[in-house]
């Protein structure tokens, strides 16, 4: 398969819409590049009494509406570049949704399955503490992300705090909601992306219970979103996890999926269904494709093949833009990753907000407010679809870099 580098994805789709909106090259020069990139080494004594040195990476990309936010990657393929882009569609992320954050995101090059707890828990205290220097409250609120959890952040909010010296639950958010937490934090991604899947069926008129999706990826994200989503009536008629992937026309039983995964780890080998492979799952017919893994699933090799009618990006960076340009010619409407994901950050700031204000919000408060906030960033990205006949990642672009360029004029370049 192709692997792009996703900087350079990033960096690529930036340049398009640049060359769309003709934004001013200063502007344009300034976003291409991120304001601060830290490099830590993390040293673990390990469960046998050896060190064992992993490297981490702490990425603000522009800070220009507000303190930095993004997520924390725990993976083996981790490595400053992807972190890069990573943080600057954070940035466009933060810009769609319209709230008063920057774009950042973090990661630990290591494979978290080949550590015991304990290993772990030193792993995300020593990075935390590394990367303390540009973190905060008002500098940068790290979340979760891929291979990180409730628990992982607890300890984040705890180091950071041992550190300062007094309990800092704003520095972090996607925490149990017992320290801090926000209702609704966990499924926020997932509810999110059942959001925007509800908004484009109403764009074409479709009802709900006729349609057939089907996910790459059954984590915090992927299966979410099948439960809302399976739950709101939709059939998932096929899912996949690192493991493999399962598909049955019929529709997957998602609660009794759930209860297998919590039981041993993975879906491989649930029964009642076909196994097929993570390659073939892309390419089968379907009315919606939610890629909710990593980056550079959907590529120049088998955009070609898929037969899905609409895909929204569950994951970030999943579509490369040689394949972008392939589905547009096949006429498959892409809803671009920082449109359709942006729920997670979005209640991570209410999360946030909640903190400095010590004052918690209901669950039905947030759900709400979450709602308002993707509907009207889906029909602002919509209108700008319509009116300039853009494809859906073009127009959220637009909207978002709009915003993003606009705070830097207004702020001007110091000193
Ligand atoms: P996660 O670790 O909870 O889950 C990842 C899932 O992907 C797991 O089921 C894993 O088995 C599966 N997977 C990994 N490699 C795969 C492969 N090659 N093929 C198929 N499946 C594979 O992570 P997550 O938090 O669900 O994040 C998934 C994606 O969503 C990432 O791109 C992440 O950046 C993005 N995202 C996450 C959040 C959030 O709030 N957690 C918010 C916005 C975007």
């Known amino acids: 398969m192709e692997m792009m580098n996703v900087w350079d994805v990033a960096r690529k789709q930036l340049a398009n819409v640049a060359e769309k909106m003709n934004l001013e090259s200063w502007i344009y020069n300034k976003l291409r590049e991120c304001k601060r990139s830290l490099i830590v080494s993390i040293p673990i004594r390990m469960d046998s009494g050896d060190v064992s040195v992993f490297e981490g990476y702490r990425v603000q990309h522009n800070l220009d509406r507000g303190p930095a936010k993004g ?6 393929q981790v490595n400053l570049d992807e972190v890069k882009a990573l943080s600057m569609w954070m940035s466009w992320k933060c810009a769609v949704v319209n709230i008063p954050y920057g774009g950042a995101k973090g990661g630990i090059c290591c494979d978290p399955s080949k550590l015991s707890l304990k290993e772990l828990e030193h792993l995300v205290r020593r990075y935390t503490s590394e990367i303390g220097i540009i973190i905060g409250p008002e500098k940068d609120i790290p979340a979760p992300d891929v291979n990180t959890n409730a628990q992982i952040m607890a300890w984040v909010m705890d180091t950071y705090s041992m550190n300062v010296g007094y309990s800092a639950p704003s520095v972090v958010t996607g925490k149990p909601v017992s320290i801090g937490g926000s209702a609704g934090r966990p499924e926020a991604t997932g509810r999110g992306i059942a959001i925007i899947v509800d908004k484009l069926l109403e764009k074409i008129s479709q009802n709900i219970e006729n349609t057939r999706i089907i996910v790459q990826g059954f984590g915090n994200v992927g299966g979410v979103f099948c ?5 709101a009536g939709a059939k998932i008629i ?3 996890d690192v493991s493999g992937g399962l598909y049955n026309k019929k529709g997957i039983n998602i609660e009794a999926l759930k209860k297998y995964v919590a039981e041993t780890g ?14 073939e799952l892309l390419e089968l017919e379907c009315d919606i494709l939610v890629p909710a893994a990593l980056e550079n699933q959907i590529t120049n090799k088998n955009a070609s093949k898929i037969k899905a009618k609409f895909i929204v990006e569950g994951a970030n960076g999943p579509t490369t833009p040689p394949a972008d340009e392939i589905l547009q010619d096949k006429g498959i409407v892409v809803v671009p990753d920082i449109l359709a994901n942006a729920g997670g950050v979005t209640v991570s700031y209410f999360e946030w907000v909640q903190n400095l204000q010590s004052l918690f919000w209901s669950y039905e408060q947030i759900n709400n407010t979450l709602l308002k906030i993707m509907m009207k960033a889906f029909d602002e990205v919509w209108a700008i679809k319509e009116e300039k006949k853009y494809p859906t990642r073009l127009a959220a672009y637009v909207l978002a870099v709009g915003r993003v360029a606009e705070a830097v004029r207004l702020r001007g370049i110091y000193p």
């Open 71 to 76: 997520g924390i990657r725990i993976h083996p």
């Open 266 to 279: 993975f879906i491989k080998g649930f029964k009642g269904c076909d196994a097929v492979s993570n390659d």
């Open 238 to 240: 096929g899912v996949s």
């Open 227 to 231: 439960d809302i989503i399976s739950k």
